[in-house]
């Protein structure tokens, strides 16, 4: 029971990493319905920021968070006007495959401009207790990687849910045509999305550089590729969804590594998703909706 | 996928023929003189200088040069010079392969590198086609030097470490012997026939001296999340934890441990040799862990002394034992070149088949049938962040 409880807090900070990259995948496939392979890779240069900010300009961790939440946010709407906008008209595979070419693009950049290896985050940065509750170990990073993904998808859900951007967010989603016609501005809208995409994976990037405290220019592909695959178990497009299926994802890995054998942890993820695909195309939230005309 | 391969195979050689067809035009590293001898002495070193063990691969490097400058100033091998031609296989197997293929477009006598055994497999094609020696630093699996099929030697290549078998086997003696274990859990990287070869030959050995292995886990090159199965292995209570593998994964996987509370001595091999272990993991989280190696900067040894004082003065960094090994490489080289009186590629590689008691920086090696040295390894004990010569092993 105790190993049970340990390997839930295991997979829980896990999810919450997953969840928050895949909020990002999920709202800009929502609005624009392009899978934005280079979302990892944002990622990745939101947590080099993070690192700069701790180590040259010696800010403390909520610092380097917003500074690499700026950062990628400015990055993102730049990404969208260059890369995606022109193409926007087109076919949806020219798009992917910018998307793809942005994604190479971004990584070895960062290999040619900070080089191939590894940085370390400082420890001092963040300095690591263990608290012992009851023979569990649960560390404060733990702690502060759950939080602060949890807070920053309530403040999204907010933003969504209550504002008049969120509102023009989902009209644009849900008939791009018919919210020009009511005066939305679509440009606007789609550049505030990416804003906000790109700054919860930076978000992401820093607490990977806290939680795991090695950052490299790939470290992005492997996590990317997860997170777009808990985005479509919950329903591409849809935010819960995402949350949900970041979540699941952590659990299940956790759960197959722990229970299982550790080397069948991504043959099992992958294959539940292969499953719940067949079951529910739509995914765990989506519904049948049927082609829009 | 086996067609794939052997395209690419044919591809490569169809590459190298072109390429021999330039050398032999001249302007290449190795220009003809006219009595048909060469000005200097091409060495290939072919090392990772980028990518997942860029820091291996760089300082088998900095050695190699440090050895050939030492050699060019007294006066060369042979009266000609050394040169190096350094080249990055960027830590990718087919790369090393092609990195090869150009090397021997440039008339080398030898290649020394790379460093991963998975990397030399791929270069090993090349150098065999074209019966030129490479000398291994680093690459420690059992079927580098030998074919596992045919179990015959592979006639070209040579290394200058001990074997897999002998660093398992080594740290399961350890384990049982000076820490007393009686149970151990192997959690190790199962994406590197490296990591595979240590573990086999450390279960090997542990149950053979009476051990009882108590789970037998896991993880993939890029892995950073390793609580979920390490929690498992809490769970079995293991007097000793075996975990070859490479640096980059390692040394998050001992923080974890650490932070869920196992406190049981922890062990590897040479791949865990990097001042990232200190870095990423920190001083304390690494207490009570141990990895076997080739060598250790802190050794008395006279010869070790020179070398890391040497090695400090060009570089201003304290050399480990990849540059230790790849200073062994060129050394051993020139060591053969001398005995073969030649440059010729067959010729060394007849006098590196018969070296015996070559004095290197790592120790005392014999070549044997194999092509593997007979030499000594060193267990290394991580002591509040610096590392300290626990025990030394003879075979």
């Known amino acids: 029971m105790l190993e049970f409880l340990q390997q839930m807090i295991n997979g829980l900070s896990l999810g919450a990493i997953y969840a928050l990259i895949a909020l990002g995948y999920t709202m800009v496939y929502g609005i624009i319905k392009l899978i934005n392979f280079a979302h990892g890779d944002i990622m990745m240069v939101g947590a080099y920021v993070g690192f700069f900010s701790i180590t040259l300009l010696g800010t403390d961790i909520v610092v380097a968070m917003l500074a690499a939440m700026i950062f990628c946010a400015i990055l993102g709407v730049i990404m969208e006007k260059v890369a995606y906008r022109p193409l926007r008209n087109s076919t949806r595979i020219a798009a992917l495959i910018t998307a793809i070419g942005l994604s190479l693009f971004l990584e070895y950049i960062t290999v040619v401009i900070l080089g191939p290896t590894q940085k370390v985050f400082p420890a001092s940065a963040f300095p690591v207790k263990a608290y012992n509750i009851a023979g569990l170990s649960i560390l404060n990073k733990q702690v502060f990687v759950f939080v602060s993904a949890v807070l920053l998808m309530v403040i999204l859900q907010y933003i969504i849910k209550r504002t008049k951007t969120g509102k023009a967010m989902r009209a644009v989603s849900l008939d791009r045509e018919a919210a020009v016609l009511m005066g939305i501005s679509v440009d606007r809208t789609i550049s505030i999305t990416f804003a906000i995409g790109s700054a919860l994976a930076a978000a992401a990037g820093v607490m990977i550089g806290v939680y795991y405290q090695t950052i490299n220019p790939l470290m992005g592909i492997i996590p990317g590729l997860k997170a777009f695959v808990a985005a479509v178990l919950g329903g591409i497009g849809l935010v819960p969804g995402a949350m949900v299926g970041g979540f699941v994802m952590g659990l299940l890995e956790t759960l197959v590594m722990g229970y299982g054998n550790s080397l069948y942890r991504d043959a099992v993820a992958f294959g539940v998703l292969i499953i719940i695909l067949l079951i529910r195309p739509t995914g765990l939230f989506g519904k049948n909706t049927g082609e829009k005309v | ?395």
């Open chain 2, 1 to 395: 996928m086996i067609s794939r391969r052997n395209k690419k195979l044919a591809f490569l050689l169809a590459m190298m023929l072109v390429l021999s067809i330039f050398a032999g035009c001249g302007g290449q590293a190795g220009e003809e003189e006219p009595g048909g001898e060469t000005a200097t002495i091409p060495v290939g070193i072919n090392v990772e200088l980028s990518g997942a063990v860029a820091s291996y691969g760089s300082n088998a490097r900095d050695g190699a040069v440090l050895a050939i400058e030492e050699i060019n100033a007294a006066g060369g091998v042979l009266g000609k010079q050394l040169e190096g031609l350094q080249r990055d296989c960027k830590s990718i197997a087919d790369e090393a392969m092609s990195v090869s293929a150009a090397l021997v477009g440039e008339n080398i006598v030898a290649q020394i590198g790379p460093l991963t055994s998975g990397n030399v497999a791929g270069s090993t094609p090349i150098m065999m086609e074209n019966k030129i020696p490479l000398i291994a630093p680093a690459a420690t699996a059992a079927n580098v030097t030998v074919d596992e099929k045919t179990g015959e030697t592979r006639g070209y290549i040579f290394r200058v470490c001990f074997i897999d078998p002998f660093q398992g086997t080594l740290m399961a003696q350890f384990a049982a012997e000076n820490l007393e274990a009686k149970t151990a859990a192997i959690y190790g990287d199962t994406s590197s026939d490296y990591a595979k070869g240590l573990a086999a030959y450390f279960k090997e050995t542990f149950t053979e001296m009476g051990g009882t292995i108590v789970a037998e886990e896991g993880f993939v090159k890029g892995d950073r999340d390793f609580n979920a199965t390490l929690t498992k292995i809490k769970g079995s209570n293991p007097d000793f934890i075996y975990v070859p593998g490479y640096y980059e994964e390692v040394a998050p996987l001992i923080k974890q441990a650490r932070e869920l509370g196992i406190t049981a001595p922890i062990g590897g091999g040479d791949g865990w040799d990097s001042p990232d272990m200190i870095s990423v993991a920190g001083a304390e989280a690494l207490n009570n862990t141990f990895f076997t190696n080739h060598y250790s900067s802190q050794d008395t040894d006279p010869k070790v002394v020179d070398f890391v004082e040497a090695f400090k003065a060009k570089y201003n960094k304290e050399p480990d034992s990849f540059a230790a090994l790849g200073y062994d490489c060129v050394q051993l080289l020139v060591q053969a070149i001398t005995e073969a009186n030649s440059t010729d590629p067959q010729k060394i590689t007849d006098a590196l088949a018969n070296i015996k008691d070559f004095q290197g920086v790592t120790g005392k090696m014999t070549i044997d049938e194999q092509h593997n040295p007979v030499k000594a390894g060193v267990i290394i004990e991580f002591k509040d962040g610096s590392q300290t010569v626990n025990t030394r092993i003879q075979p």
